[in-house]
């Protein structure tokens, strides 16, 4: 029996009836990408309100690593909401952030001394992470790269390299973040090596490591298309900001916590960055979020310079510390590895027969095609879209990325069996076919 089953067709009745009511109730600007209601979600599997279920590629943004409603997290935050919901780590602690600031400790790459501090979203763990990193080194300055997501927030909005949508006319924007290109084998040519050196010319040149507090990058970028940054690349970097006093940042927010086959994108590159920020997958889907580093940078902030009401709430704790011993004790960086290869394998073949597909990249459960016009590196968003919306009409989640809206990102949760995972992409296959 097929796992995708579609009573209706797409959106059905009752999420067309939903719409109509989020149109009148809610800003324009948040906007549905895809227009099913769930109802409820169990593994990789959405049913909507019509009864249709849908195979989920996308666990809500790269968040339900470990399935949605996963028995332990599930039980966990029960129990946790039974027992006390919120007291506010800054006046009245409890042991959970101290469990789950061990644990995370423990997992990250980079053998030295940790301190963790938990927040809500990516957004504010990126936030954090600046501001510590500008009291450590008593420097202003923050370097971003070309095609980087990073948040929503004024400053993260800066540091976000796409217009539109997320910046379009919500300026003026936080001061002293400034751009530099990156590592985009497919666009650039070049060698890890080379692209190092092209970034580290324009650093020097053009703001200079006196002023300079972070480097914040994404070990492969998200929002901005899957790119996974020629060999060599990151480590240039890092031995770079190490020797001129410069704090470098992994935003690990998309790529973190097994996603990438290892627990954490920057262990591949055998990179061990000052400090990491991290959000969706650590939270099995509640909001949690986290900048873990070296004690003395993490240290810099004073007293009370540091927090939030909700930081580190404890049903959100809950959550992670049920999540992350998922991932450990289900070995799921290894299940990232497994769906990694299917993806590369089943998109590899698919990419040999439509010279729409310029590119196939990424790593573990993170993988993406991008597309072009045949026989040119020029985006086509049309392409995409057009097999995209052929997936979503046929019980497929799928997302597109990419500064030029020309990438399908396929992030599915990492407890998606095999035989789900095959027939999604044998949806990816007809679509392909079918928009050609
Ligand atoms: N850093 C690397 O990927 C969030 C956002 C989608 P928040 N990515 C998905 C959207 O339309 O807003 C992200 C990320 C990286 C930071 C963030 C921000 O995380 O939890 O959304 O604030």
């Not at 993988?367 to 995209?388: C, L």
């Given at each position: 029996m097929p796992e995708i089953s579609l009573a209706t067709s797409i959106p059905g009745p009752k999420s067309a009836a939903l719409l109509e009511r989020k149109r009148r109730s809610v800003p324009d600007g948040v906007s549905?990408?895809?227009?099913?209601?769930?109802?409820?979600?169990?593994?990789?599997?959405?049913?909507?309100?019509?009864?249709?279920?849908?195979?989920?590629?996308?666990?809500?943004?790269?968040?339900?690593?470990?399935?949605?409603?996963?028995?332990?997290?599930?039980?966990?935050?029960?129990?946790?909401?039974?027992?006390?919901?919120h007291t506010a780590f800054g006046i009245t602690p409890y042991e959970s952030y101290i469990e789950l600031a061990e644990l995370v400790a423990s997992i990250t790459p980079g053998d030295f001394d940790k301190r963790t501090m938990f927040v809500n979203t990516g957004a504010e763990a990126v936030e954090n992470a600046v501001k510590i990193a500008r009291r450590?080194?008593?420097?202003?300055?923050?370097?971003?790269?070309?095609?980087?997501?990073?948040?929503?927030t004024n400053l993260t909005m800066?540091?976000?390299?796409?217009?539109?949508?997320?910046?379009?006319?919500?300026?003026?924007?936080?001061?002293?973040?400034?751009?530099?290109?990156?590592?985009?084998?497919?666009?650039?040519?070049?060698?890890?090596?080379?692209?190092?050196?092209?970034?580290i010319y324009q650093i020097e040149t053009q703001i200079g490591a006196a002023n300079l507090a972070a480097i914040v990058i994404e070990p492969i970028q998200g929002e901005g298309g899957f790119i996974v940054p020629a060999p060599g690349y990151l480590a240039a970097l890092v031995k770079w900001a190490n020797e001129n006093d410069v704090v470098f940042v992994a935003d690990e927010v998309q790529a973190g916590f097994a996603r990438t086959g290892d627990m954490f994108a920057s262990q591949f590159e055998k990179i061990e960055p000052d400090l990491i920020t991290m959000a969706k997958g650590i939270g099995g889907g509640l909001p949690l979020a986290a900048v873990t580093g070296r004690a003395e940078i993490m240290n810099a902030a004073h007293p009370g310079g540091l927090g939030g009401t909700y930081g580190g709430n404890p049903i959100s704790l809950a959550a992670g510390l049920a999540t992350v011993h998922v991932m450990i004790d289900d070995d799921?960086?290894?299940?990232?590895?497994?769906?990694?290869?299917?993806?590369?394998?089943?998109?590899?073949?698919?990419?040999?027969?439509?010279?729409?597909?310029?590119?196939?990249?990424?790593?573990?459960?993170?993988?993406?095609?991008?597309?072009?016009?045949?026989?040119?590196?020029?985006?086509?968003?049309?392409?995409?879209?057009?097999?995209?919306?052929?997936?979503?009409?046929?019980?497929?989640?799928?997302?597109?990325?990419?500064?030029?809206?020309?990438?399908?990102?396929?992030?599915?949760?990492?407890?998606?069996?095999?035989?789900?995972?095959?027939e999604a992409l044998?949806?990816?296959?007809?679509a392909l076919r079918a928009t050609r």
């Open positions: 549905v990408t895809f227009p099913v209601f769930v109802e409820s979600a169990d593994g990789a599997i959405l049913t909507d309100v019509d009864g249709n279920r849908l195979i989920d590629l996308g666990s809500g943004i790269a968040v339900s690593s470990v399935g949605n409603a996963h028995p332990k997290v599930v039980k966990a935050v029960q129990d946790q909401v039974a027992a006390f919901t450590y080194t008593g420097k202003p300055a923050v370097v971003v790269f070309d095609h980087a997501f990073h948040g929503r800066a540091m976000t390299a796409k217009q539109a949508p997320y910046k379009t006319g919500f300026g003026p924007f936080a001061p002293d973040v400034y751009r530099v290109p990156a590592s985009y084998p497919f666009r650039d040519g070049l060698t890890g090596a080379e692209a190092a050196e092209r970034t799921l960086p290894a299940k990232a590895r497994a769906i990694g290869e299917a993806l590369l394998a089943r998109l590899g073949a698919a990419a040999k027969t439509d010279a729409r597909i310029g590119d196939v990249r990424g790593r573990g459960a993170m993988v993406a095609a991008e597309f072009v016009v045949p026989g040119t590196t020029k985006p086509d968003a049309h392409a995409a879209d057009a097999v995209i919306e052929y997936m979503a009409q046929h019980g497929v989640v799928v997302l597109e990325c990419g500064t030029d809206g020309n990438v399908i990102r396929f992030l599915p949760p990492l407890v998606i069996t095999d035989v789900q995972l095959a044998d949806v990816f296959d007809e």
